[in-house]
């Protein structure tokens, strides 16, 4: 609670410099880029169904999207003298908003990969997860290799590179949802017997969730990690958001950040 105390005091901090800096023309310090002088706020696209990336939280009685990928958009709107808003969607949704130019950024955990990169364009990455295999407890003996997985159902999050990895299974059956709390549910109720994410947000979903926990089985995915995507050609933002993560990573804000976002999604 108090971490966030803070956080929201940045924000807010933020939020008032930005006021300050729309009334004169001159500069603000670290601000080098033409467009964001201009704009006021920069639109984050998200999907806050993935622990500890980015989540929904009761934050002081309130709903609120919080998590690790949030932290650091807060950064790169901090940076630009800009207030962030958050728009939450369906992971699928994400690149088509991007393009359209009604969101200026994506951060949502998004690996990219090679035909994300044809449509737009992302900055370096930020960080690396492995893929896991969620299955219910008592099935986790059934499931110690990729072979046990074959012709098994899988409820998958549509538009994720983890609809490739589980198409790439001989005979998977695979149900697509939009968000990952409904596999989740679909999961448990045996609708589907088996989903793969990341290990991070697997983790946090098993130790938030009964019944649910990590199969042997470990899906082979060569990922570069993820990367924060940009509508095609923006090199100016691009180039911002690489510096400020070249800043957090020089002040090693990263781990901090994925350490308080863990703790934070494990919380009641
Ligand atoms: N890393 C995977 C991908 O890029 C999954 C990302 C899902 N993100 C989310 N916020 N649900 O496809």
Redesign the pocket.
Known sequence: MKKWGILTVCLVLAGSLLAGCGNKPSEQAGDTTGSAKESKTIVLG?????PP??FHKMVDGKDQIVGFDIEIAKQIAADMGAKLEVKDMD?KALLGELSSGRVDFVI????P?ENRKKEVDFSNNYYKAEQAVVVREQDKDKYKTMKSLEGVSFGI?T????EDIAKSIPGAKITGLGK?NDIIMQLNSGRVDASI??KPVAEAFIKNVKGLTIAEAVPEYQEDG?AIGVKKGNKELVDQINKTLDRLKSENKIDQFVSEASDLAVQK
């Open positions: 998200t999907s806050a169904d993935f990336y980015e992971f949502s955990g998004m690996t990969d999050q538009g994720s590179i983890q990952i994410m990341e993820y």
